[in-house]
């Protein structure tokens, strides 16, 4: 039994309650009544931060995740902590194991001054109860003065408040790429719960049900099958993920769809998006073998065409006007990253040098431009402006900022000081940050939170940039070969 929260979160989304996240929330609530945090552990997309999120919103408290990284240092971890203290909010440790080791063993002892706190808080909230005999413990709870629901105690040398609905709660990808081991004395402090295989049917049934789509059983087993199968049965690209995060997408995508084209039926609006959002990534080998699947999955089912008459003599005139061919693999290639780009907020150009890359990104940047500046009217093409990075050249600290360590100053980075450009500006304007590099698992990482549905940059000076819908992450890259799981899904 838990005191309800009461912290005002809006109207947002809600996860899927499966047989695992019911698991995962009888985990993470025992670790709270025995005043310890949760650690629910698994490969990427299978729902640990989501979760733990959604168990916030049901108790209505606020949770603020932070991405972890080798930067982080102690303190910045102690100002964290003194926060969530003071505010009684939850803190989420995203990939909490890619911190440093020698930094984990100083954050271990602050974590243990915290969760022991607690304890004495829990004890002394619960004696306060009991000596109302005359209430219930609702009552008890609800006239209790404020002064009890908090309580000093020495953090880093100073006295600091701790409320009462302060949790900790870490997720872990195990064995990727610059991953640690936790010292044991951090492990016993966390109550772990594998999250490995979701129930990705039932998801989609739901997902597709909240969407407007009727008959959600048959459409989102059909779905679940098709990606098993193209899982199963396409090459082994670094590239393709069959993910739940791609098969949530394609469902959400495909909502959208239904209410921009009420007139399509269900099925042609399930298939459309799949394509959309499928087409893109294949390789000529796969392609066949992928409309093979779809067909027999949906047989007598003709695929509606978008009608992109406008756009496609938009892109002709841009490819005339930078002296190159227009083609029909081209002009395909633009569209293509168009419909990609309108379902994910992230977009990565595969190719090898001189495969036309840059050209499709800045074709249907002049296009879209071109459009606008035709007709204001049309909220589906608006004027772009980009912000090209080559994260490579420069240091981790230079691209992300760091603190000083003799003076404690903060120095931006070249991204940090970007997004914050773009994020601040509520033109409609679409703004691209271009990151036109390798991508590999050093620098990229960092950005798994604003990649996944978070949209949040996190700074390790404890700064949160959140990305507004016009903003849009583009990677053009020669290959995916070491790039980690989290960041392909």
């Not at 609702?138 to 404020?146: G, N, Q, V």
């Not at 064995?175 to 594998?194: Q, V």
Request: aromatic share 8%; charged share 20%.
């Amino acid at each position: 039994r838990f005191w309800y929260g009461c912290e005002y979160l809006g109207n947002s989304g809600r996860l899927v309650i499966t047989p695992l996240t019911d698991r995962c929330y009888m985990t993470l609530t025992i670790a709270l009544s025995l005043c310890r945090g949760g650690s629910p552990k698994g490969p990427a997309g299978t729902g640990k931060t989501e979760t733990v999120k959604d168990l916030g919103k049901a108790m209505a408290f606020y949770v603020i995740v932070t991405n972890c990284s080798d930067a982080i240092d102690y303190k910045s971890m102690g100002r964290m902590f003194c926060g969530y203290c003071q505010t009684g909010a939850w803190g989420c440790f995203d990939e909490f194991n890619r911190i440093n080791i020698e930094v984990l063993s100083v954050v271990a002892q602050q974590i243990t001054s915290i969760l022991n706190a607690m304890t004495t808080l829990k004890a002394d909230i619960e004696n306060a109860i009991r000596l109302k005999t005359n209430m219930t413990e609702e009552e008890a709870f609800a006239t209790m003065d404020k002064r009890y629901l908090t309580k000093k105690f020495t953090f880093q040398g100073q006295d600091i408040d701790l409320v009462w609905s302060c949790g900790l709660f870490i997720t872990m990808n195990p064995g990727y790429a610059g991953r640690t081991e936790l010292p044991d004395n951090l492990k016993s402090m966390f109550r772990p719960i594998s999250m490995v295989v979701p129930d990705s049917n039932y998801i989609a049934e739901i997902i597709l049900f909240g969407e407007g789509f009727s008959d959600t059983r048959l459409l989102a087993t059909k779905v679940y099958t098709l990606y098993q199968l193209c899982a199963q049965q396409l090459s082994k690209q670094d590239f393709y993920d069959f993910g739940l995060r791609s098969m949530a997408a394609v469902l959400r995508y495909a909502g959208r769809k239904k209410r921009d084209s009420p007139h399509l039926k269900d099925d042609q609006v399930v298939i459309l998006a799949m394509k959309d959002m499928n087409v893109a990534k294949m390789t000529e080998p796969d392609l066949p073998l992928f409309n093979g699947i779809v067909s027999d999955l949906f047989p007598d089912i003709d695929t509606p065409v978008t009608d992109y008459s406008k756009f496609k003599t938009a892109i002709d005139a841009e490819l005339v006007a930078q002296h190159l061919q227009s083609t029909v693999h081209t002009v395909s290639k633009v569209i293509q990253l168009y419909e990609t780009k309108n379902s994910r907020h992230s977009v990565v150009l595969v190719g090898c040098t001189q495969s036309g890359k840059t050209a499709i990104w800045q074709t249907l940047k002049r296009a879209m431009t071109r459009i606008a500046n035709q007709d204001s009217s049309d909220p589906l093409f608006q004027r772009v402006q980009e912000y090209p990075i080559n994260a490579k050249s420069i240091s981790i600290n230079e691209l992300y900022g760091a603190s000083d360590l003799s003076t404690g100053e903060w120095n931006d980075g070249i991204l940090s000081n970007i997004m914050r450009t773009a994020c601040a500006d509520d033109k409609s304007d679409q703004k691209w940050i271009l990151f036109d590099c390798p991508i590999d698992a050093v620098w990229i990482e960092s950005m798994n939170s604003v990649m996944d549905d978070n949209k949040i940059l996190t700074l390790t000076n404890g700064e949160r940039i959140a990305m507004p819908e016009q903003v849009t992450l583009l990677f053009e890259t020669g290959d995916m070969a070491v790039a980690s799981p989290a960041t392909v899904s």
